[in-house]
């Protein structure tokens, strides 16, 4: 809204990551989602039967809160950007400089393993999981990968993959690119250029930025670091752990404007964050 007052034409891109795979079962979900550990979260079905996927139901989450506070956003899904292609000059690009990449990921954050492997994740044709398997090779002609789904390890589980080595078409929406320069392909294919993010995923960023400065000569788009949210206890807030503080739990409680002076306020250094503040910061807002 500020850019579109100063004339520039401008939207927020709320973007789902429903092509990753779920690591964990978030506190207070059921645990028949076990056996889906490992799968794309579209993929999966919606343990509460009120979405088409456990994918669009955490993403509604989002939408809805978004809604409430009246934002104006253009939703997309990754499920959607890479079924249609949106991103398969840019995957091809990166998986043809594959080696260089490789080389700066373990300069810029230290891991080693995408020197040895592809920077992409295909989802097993076989045990239809996505974090099981390890691309190997790319036939850039064809604009397909080689892969094999073996045993990983996410989290504090290990997922059992079914041994299965096959191909993968990499335009047709059956894999995604790995965090480490998934960032920058999107950036590339929808323009981007503003994307805060937090400081747990520095390193990626970073990496992000070179690739599409170097590979995808794409200017990387201007960033803002903010720190963490913590709850009362000094742990992070996260939705596997279900301490998360929605909006949509906010507003039972306080106003819009208690929320926006929450995330605007300052954005540098670690707060712990509470039900307990709201009243302090309705108050601070009706001061000012």
């Given at each position: 809204m500020a850019l579109e007052n100063f004339g520039y034409k401008s939207k927020l891109i709320a973007y789902s990551d429903d092509s990753d795979g779920l690591r964990k079962i978030p506190e207070g979900f059921p645990s028949s989602l076990n056996?889906?550990?490992?799968?794309?979260?579209?993929?999966i079905p919606d343990p509460f039967d009120c979405h088409d996927s456990y994918g669009m139901h955490m993403s509604s989450l989002l939408l809805?809160?978004?809604?409430?506070?009246?934002?104006e956003y253009d939703f997309r899904r990754a499920?959607?950007?890479?079924?249609?292609?949106?991103?398969?000059?840019?995957?091809?690009t990166i998986l043809i400089n594959s080696k260089k990449i490789g080389e700066k990921i373990e300069e810029l954050s230290g891991q080693e393993k995408y020197k040895n492997i592809?920077?992409?994740f295909a989802v097993c044709e076989n045990c239809n999981k996505i974090y099981t398997t390890e691309s190997i090779d790319y036939n850039s002609d064809e604009k397909k990968i080689k892969y094999r789904c073996n045993d990983a390890t996410i989290g504090s589980n290990i997922v059992k993959g079914c041994g299965?080595?096959?191909?993968?078409?990499?335009?047709?929406?059956?894999?995604?690119l790995a965090w480490k320069v998934e960032f920058a392909a999107r950036w590339q294919a929808f323009?981007?250029?503003?994307?805060?993010?937090?400081?747990d995923i520095m390193d990626s960023v970073k990496v992000n930025d070179w690739v599409a400065d170097e590979i995808l000569k794409y200017p990387h788009p201007h960033h803002v670091r903010y720190e963490m949210f913590l709850d009362k206890g000094g742990k992070k807030i996260s939705k596997s752990l279900g301490n998360v503080i929605t909006s949509q739990k906010w507003l039972k409680?306080?106003?819009?404007?208690?929320?926006?002076?929450?995330?605007?306020?300052?954005?540098?250094?670690?707060?712990?964050?509470?039900?307990?503040d709201i009243p302090s910061l309705m108050n601070e807002y009706n001061d000012m």
């Open positions: 056996e889906h550990l490992g799968k794309r979260v579209s993929d809805e809160g978004l809604d409430e506070l009246k934002i499920k959607e950007t890479y079924e249609k292609g949106l991103l398969k000059d840019q995957i091809h592809l920077p992409y299965h080595e096959g191909e993968s078409d990499i335009t047709k929406g059956h894999g995604k323009d981007v250029r503003f994307e805060a993010y937090g400081k409680y306080g106003t819009t404007k208690s929320i926006l002076l929450l995330l605007y306020k300052r954005i540098t250094g670690a707060r712990e964050l509470g039900f307990e």
